[in-house]
């Protein structure tokens, strides 16, 4: 009867051992390889929502960015600041914000000027037809351009004022929730470019 106990258990033990050792190998060989994929794909996003930038800083956090005095909403998640020929020539502001269906996270290109140069969704779990529209090329468009004195506001009826973003059909939540992403790293970003003012 002991045998009958030990045995298998010895044999369990030794088959996990051997299973997790290769795993571990696997990990070891693999992780490189995929963390520098990822680099890879998060600098090409930066490169599509701020052309022309040739190289990017690693990444600012929220908290960073507090402790060096600029008001970092909550949406903030990082900054990036982009470069050419040595000069700033911009930043991607990395932004978490709450959708219908859960985290909307996107990249926000700002150049030295004030002007939005691209809106990028990385990453959200809104509703497909409806907030999952938030991701179209088209509709992101809406914030191409100088940012407006009062930011980005959601409006039902076709844009009227300065700053107006025609809502999404269906999904005001997630129309909403990438304005207020979008604001908030306008927000931070112009705070920046004119020294904390």
């Known amino acids: 009867m002991f045998k009958e106990i030990i045995r298998p258990a010895v044999t369990l033990f030794l088959v996990c051992a051997v299973i997790t ?4 190998v696997v990990n070891d060989i693999t992780g490189p390889i995929i963390e520098e994929r990822d680099r890879a794909a998060l600098q090409e996003s930066l490169s599509t929502v701020l052309p022309g930038a040739e190289e990017f800083s690693d990444a ?9 005095g600029y008001k970092a909403g909550e949406r903030i ?22 959708g219908y269906g859960g985290d909307i996270s996107m990249l926000v290109g700002i150049d030295s000027s004030l002007s939005v140069t691209g809106v990028k969704i990385m990453s959200h779990s809104e509703t497909p037809g409806l907030g999952a529209k938030a991701d179209d090329e088209e509709y992101l468009k809406q914030y191409i351009g100088a ?5 980005y506001h959601v409006v039902k009826t076709t844009p009227w004022n300065d700053g107006d973003i025609q809502a ?9 929730a990438v304005a ?4 908030e790293a306008a927000s931070l970003v112009r705070s920046i470019v004119k020294g904390g003012e």
């Open 180 to 183: 207020n992403g979008v604001s």
């Open 147 to 151: 940012i407006p004195g009062n930011l």
């Open 77 to 98: 998640s990082n900054l990036y600041q982009a470069t050419a020929g040595g000069e700033t020539v911009g930043y991607v502001v990395e932004v978490v914000t709450k």
């Open 21 to 24: 050792g290769a795993l571990a």
């Open 168 to 176: 999404l059909s269906g999904a005001t939540v997630t129309s909403r």
């Open 60 to 68: 600012v956090s929220r908290d960073e960015l507090i402790n060096r």
